[in-house]
T-cell receptor, first 116, second 114 residues
């Protein structure tokens, strides 16, 4: 089954304690992306990756890091989380585009993060 | 500054009616536009994408794009209670073809009344 998985699904942590949210896809997609979703602000892109070792900032990259060492994995790292990073996070992947199927962006189930 | 604007709603329509969802964008370089449906507590799922001016139909859904007016819309015919969800409009940013930088609107909540 084609899917994007994220772990953990729920996380409560304290300010300053480094954390990593993992993301993995089994569709051999080149493109992967991280979003955060906040009430009234919608989905905002944090970082995206067009292939292994190729990443770029989205609209709200501050306070986040990513790496893409393998095609299937795209972890999101919060080195020193703060309460304003409390949000619902989605990982997504997509094929390269150019034919009908590849434009579909598959989203993971989401990770609800609370930073106290 | 927001680049994709949507009315937050809720938009309420009776069952069987046509629901019309609208979106405007500011980046003239945006090439492709997407409509996602998101049920409460779930992840977004793609409904339609469009990249050419005009209409594109898929079952009960029709997407419309007008690049001159920077306007995208989604029509849902024969609306069903199961269509009740938040609909997100997104544009693919203009850093070049296939750059995969998406800008999402804040979404329109649709309620279909039985």
């Amino acid at each position: 089954e084609a899917q994007v998985t994220q772990n953990p699904r729920y996380l409560i942590t304290v300010t300053g304690k480094k954390l990593t949210v993992t993301c993995s896809q089994n569709m051999n997609h080149e493109y992967m992306s991280w979003y955060r979703q906040d009430p009234g602000l919608g989905l905002r892109q944090i970082y995206y990756s067009m292939n292994v070792e190729v990443t770029d900032k989205g609209d709200v990259p501050e306070g986040y890091k990513v790496s893409r060492k393998e095609k299937r994995n795209f972890p999101l790292i919060l080195e020193s989380p703060s309460p304003n990073q409390t949000s619902l996070y989605f990982c997504a992947s997509r094929g390269p585009g150019g034919d009908l199927g590849s434009y579909e962006q598959y989203f993971g189930p989401g990770t609800r993060l609370t930073v106290t | 500054q927001k680049e994709v604007e949507q009315n937050s709603g809720p938009l309420s329509v009776p069952e069987g009616a046509i629901a019309s969802l609208n979106c405007t964008y500011s980046d003239r370089g945006s090439q492709s536009f997407f409509w996602y449906r998101q049920y409460s507590g779930k992840s977004p799922e793609l409904i339609m994408f469009i990249y050419s001016n005009g209409d594109k139909e898929d079952g009960r859904f029709t997407a419309q794009l007008n690049k001159a007016s920077q306007y995208v819309s989604l029509l849902i015919r024969d609306s069903q209670p199961s269509d009740s969800a938040t609909y997100l409009c997104a544009g693919e940013g203009s850093r070049g073809p296939g750059t995969y930088k998406y800008i999402f609107g804040t979404g329109t909540r649709l309620k279909v009344l039985a």
